[in-house]
């Protein structure tokens, strides 16, 4: 699979707890998988240490808080068009959290290649 260079960044923010909506699974493995099963070119979830959303109760992994409901941002490149066919499949999975889009420029997918310097 090859990305053009204009492509289009898909960023969800949600709660390390959130469920799907068949609540059988964590949120953010339901997106990977859905995003997989529609052969977007890749998914990431990142977890954050510390963070707050529209509630601003802070969510923190240090000893002294109770480390619950951390943040994670899911970060899925593709094209525009394929990005924005997925809207509907994640719209219907969600009942909270933010989605943000970007466009980007792919500069590397895949193996990379190693140029000779001389």
């Known amino acids: 699979m090859t990305l053009p260079r204009d492509a289009m960044l898909l960023r969800v ?3 390390e707890d959130d469920k799907s909506r068949d609540r059988r699974r964590p949120l953010y493995e339901a997106f990977v998988f859905e995003a997989r ?9 990142l977890r954050g240490p510390l963070g707050y959303g529209h509630s601003t109760r802070l969510h923190s ?34 009942s909270g959290g933010l989605v943000t889009l970007e466009k980007v420029q792919v500069l590397l997918y895949g193996d990379s290649v190693k140029h000779d310097p001389a």
């Open 61 to 94: 992994t240090k000893i002294l808080d109770v480390a619950e409901h951390l943040p994670l941002v899911i970060e899925i490149v593709d094209t525009e068009e394929k990005i924005k066919a997925f809207l509907p499949t994640l719209d219907a999975m969600m």
């Open 37 to 45: 099963a529609a052969h977007l070119a890749g998914a990431t979830v």
């Open 13 to 15: 923010f949600i709660g």
